[in-house]
């Protein structure tokens, strides 16, 4: 299989195991709709990869650098639950956060390749991250 079907099937993969938001979830901003969102704009990525659509691509990766950060309560639950760890947890969307940047001026450049490329990083980014963070992040914020 190739590279980019890989990041396809993951991007979609993903997808399917997104679940709803809450009344009380859609009143503020939670971690899980962050994180929800930025499913939906990597989904756009993905789309625009296959569309060949760099306006989308673009769009998107703006929409994943722009992305709003959960509200202060959320994050100080984030920050008491993983402890020594926020600095990896930090770390970890500093490198989701710099590939999206090199999405969004491949995307500019219209560069096929270097697009595919930093789209495959950023899939790892957060495979990485949620591989280290998920569940203890999930757990706490129950």
Same mark, same amino acid.
């Given at each position: ?36 969102? =930025? ?7 993905? &789309? ?6 760099? +306006? *989308? %691509? ?45 999405? =969004? ?7 096929? &390749? ?6 495959? +990083? *950023? %899939? ?19």
């Amino acid at each position: 299989m190739t590279p980019l079907k890989k990041v396809i099937l993951v991007s979609l993969s993903i997808g399917l195991f997104s679940s709803q938001v809450t009344a009380v979830e859609k009143q503020q901003i939670t971690f899980k709709k962050v994180m929800q969102g =930025l499913l939906v704009d990597t989904q756009n990525v993905t &789309k625009g990869i296959v569309l060949t659509d760099f +306006a *989308l %691509i673009e769009k998107s990766a703006k929409k994943i650098l722009k992305h709003p950060k959960p509200d202060l309560a959320v994050r100080m639950k984030m920050v008491k639950a993983l402890g020594s760890d926020m600095g990896k947890f930090k770390a970890k969307d500093d490198v989701v956060h710099s590939t999206a940047v090199s999405l =969004l001026k491949a995307a500019q450049s219209k560069n096929m &390749k270097a697009v595919t490329q930093a789209h495959q +990083a *950023l %899939i790892n980014g957060c495979l990485g991250c949620h591989s280290q963070f998920k569940d203890k992040v999930s757990a706490a914020l129950k």
